[in-house]
């Protein structure tokens, strides 16, 4: 059974940073791609950024594009996402995602392409 565990979420101030960790067991980590979603309070979930296993290719959301950089330590089954100048639009709870397969497909910014999810944690941006 995969688990994933997300952790480095909190409360901060609108332009400040966070750095998000997700901690992956239970399959081999670095033969597939891994993605973050958030869910903001009464909006569905969606895509934020994703990343090859090999970090070769990395896509990201419009509204993160420039701010956020996903990226992954394969030894340590870790993806983590780097959030910089954060907005209050930024607030949600966030989900590490691990995928179906080990390339970015066309469709990398929908769930269905994630296998396996976390449980979440809350990112706060006060203004």
């Known amino acids: 059974q995969v688990q994933l565990v997300e952790s480095g979420g909190g409360l901060v101030q609108a332009g400040g940073s966070l750095r998000l960790s997700c901690a992956a067991s239970g399959r081999t980590f670095s033969s597939y791609i891994m993605g973050w979603f958030r869910r903001a309070p009464g909006k569905e979930r969606e895509f934020v950024a994703t990343?090859?296993?090999?970090?070769?290719?990395?896509e990201y959301a419009d509204s993160v594009k420039g701010r956020f950089t996903i990226s992954r330590d394969n030894a340590k089954n870790t993806v983590y996402l780097q959030m910089d100048s954060l907005k209050p639009e930024d607030t949600a709870v966030y989900y590490c995602?691990?995928?179906?397969?080990?390339?970015?497909?066309?469709?990398?910014?929908?769930?269905?392409?994630?296998?396996?999810w976390g449980q979440g944690t809350q990112v706060t941006v006060s203004s």
């Open positions: 995602a691990a995928g179906r397969t080990s390339y970015i497909t066309t469709y990398y910014y929908t769930p269905n392409e994630y296998e396996y």
């Open positions: 990343m090859d296993w090999s970090g070769s290719r990395r």
